[in-house]
Antibody
Framework: EVQLVESGGVLIQPGGSLRLSCAAS????????MHWVRQAPGRGLECVSA????????YYADSVRGRFTISRDNFRNTLYLQMGSLSVEDTAVYYC??????????WGHGTLVTVSS | DVVMTQSPLSLPVTLGQPASISCRSS???????????LNWFQQRPGQSPRRLIY???IRDSGVPDRFSGSGSDTDFTLRISRVEAEDVGVYYC?????????FGQGTKVEIK
């Protein structure tokens, strides 16, 4: 069974930095691109970043490019999102999701990041 | 970015009655491999999104056959043939043909 478990979400002040993790199990992690998708409170879904299976290719939404860095450790079966220069607009539940070409077939339960002073 | 526009945004439905959600994209979603990566997700209250349909019309395993997807190019539809109480939630379309992948605003399905 595919399992994705996010962690690292906290209450943090504007301007701060944070690293989210997503522990994957139940599938061959290195064989799949992975994504981070966020959902602001009471709002819709936004694709934030993606990374290829071997980590060689990364993609970012304009809203986070230059501030966030996606990475993965295929030995530890873990996906990361390093977040910097955080603002209140980054407050959201952050989900990691597995990509099947052109779609996201498995999602974690999410981790809440709250940016507030 | 490709803009995905859903309608309606709120859909009150009587149990046992059909429901239909429209999703329109601002650009063609035909990918270079000829596929259309248009997907539908269900998000029940308090849960993470769950994929229902991918590549326009392919139902995920375990998804009841009362759910169906159709469409082409820029115009897509999710249909529920007979709404059940467990179908309450928000439904999102998402395009995976062009980065940045984008979602529709979501359609809230509720029981009248």
């Amino acid at each position: 069974e595919v399992q994705l478990v996010e962690s690292g979400g906290v209450l943090i002040q504007p301007g701060g930095s944070l690293r989210l993790s997503c522990a994957a199990s139940g599938f061959s992690f290195s064989g799949y691109p992975m994504h981070w998708v966020r959902q602001a409170p009471g709002r819709g879904l936004e694709c934030v970043s993606a990374i290829s299976g071997n980590g060689g290719d990364t993609y970012y939404a304009d809203s986070v490019r230059g501030r966030f860095t996606i990475s993965r450790d295929n030995f530890r079966n873990t996906l990361y999102l390093q977040m910097g220069s955080l603002s209140v607009e980054d407050t959201a539940v952050y989900y990691c999701a597995r990509e099947q070409v052109g779609d996201l077939d498995s999602w974690g339960h999410g981790t809440l990041v709250t940016v507030s002073s | 970015d490709v803009v995905m526009t859903q309608s309606p945004l709120s859909l009150p439905v009587t149990l046992g009655q059909p429901a239909s959600i429209s999703c329109r994209s601002s650009q063609s979603l035909v990918f270079s491999d000829g596929n259309i990566y248009l997907n539908w997700f269900q998000q029940r209250p308090g849960q993470s999104p769950r994929r229902l349909i991918y590549k326009v019309s392919i139902r995920d395993s375990g998804v009841p056959d009362r759910f169906s997807g159709s469409g082409s190019d820029t115009d897509f539809t999710l249909r529920i043939s007979r709404v059940e109480a467990e179908d309450v939630g928000v439904y999102y379309c998402m395009q995976g043909s062009k980065w940045t992948w984008t979602f529709g605003q979501g359609t809230k399905v509720e029981i009248k």
